[in-house]
């Protein structure tokens, strides 16, 4: 793919429409703010087409005489970055934790939760590997026990690790 081919395949679609007759017009609606889109919509609605632009509400919308439709789309929002890469946000570290004493109980307070328990309380949250190892290393001590199990003890609330 080259810079651009989507645009042009899309740019060629529509042109398809610049000749069909006005009864004959399917609806159509264009998910992009870009610049050669906006005119080829605009040429296709001065033909008697029904065009209009659907954008997410976090894009500004175009300059155009299109009607220009705001799709609120629900996303999950990602906790803000602070400028450390390795600091990771209160409400993430707050969460991680609690999960983790709620899916595994509190049994941890003398013997540490088993490091491979934790991991996955932690994936399954949605964190990648990357994440989990930046989330261990802000909220638990992560140490071998004396049988080689590699076992997590949280810091702070009534665990005393």
């Given at each position: 793919?080259?810079?651009?081919?989507?645009?042009?395949?899309?740019?060629?679609?529509?042109?398809?429409?610049?000749?069909?007759?006005?009864?004959?017009?399917?609806?159509?609606?264009?998910?992009?703010?870009?610049?050669?889109?906006?005119?080829?919509?605009?040429?296709?609605?001065?033909?008697?087409?029904?065009?209009?632009?659907?954008?997410?509400?976090?894009?500004?919308?175009?300059?155009?005489?299109?009607?220009?439709?705001?799709?609120?789309?629900?996303?999950?929002?990602?906790?803000?970055?602070?400028?450390?890469?390795?600091?990771?946000?209160?409400?993430?570290?707050?969460k991680a934790t609690c999960a983790i004493r709620?899916?595994?109980?509190?049994?941890?307070?003398?013997?540490?939760?088993?490091?491979?328990?934790?991991?996955?309380?932690?994936?399954?949250?949605?964190?990648?590997?990357?994440?989990?190892?930046?989330?261990?290393?802000?909220?638990?001590?992560v140490r071998t026990d004396d049988a080689g199990?590699?076992?997590?003890?949280?810091m702070g609330g009534d665990n005393s690790g």
């Amino acid at each position: 793919m080259r810079k651009q081919s989507a645009d042009a395949i899309l740019l060629f679609e529509m042109a398809q429409f610049y000749r069909i007759p006005t009864d004959d017009r399917p609806l159509i609606l264009i998910l992009s703010r870009d610049d050669l889109l906006m005119a080829a919509a605009e040429l296709l609605a001065a033909r008697g087409h029904s065009v209009l632009v659907a954008l997410s509400a976090a894009m500004p919308s175009p300059v155009t005489t299109v009607p220009v439709v705001i799709l609120f789309v629900e996303t999950q929002k990602t906790p803000p970055m602070t400028s450390d890469a390795n600091v990771i946000d209160s409400t993430v570290l707050q969460k991680a934790t609690c999960a983790i004493r709620h899916h595994l109980g509190s049994h941890g307070q003398k013997t540490g939760y088993l490091a491979a328990a934790v991991g996955q309380v932690l994936a399954d949250l949605g964190h990648d590997k990357a994440m989990r190892t930046r989330i261990l290393g802000a909220i638990a001590e992560v140490r071998t026990d004396d049988a080689g199990v590699r076992r997590v003890w949280l810091m702070g609330g009534d665990n005393s690790g």
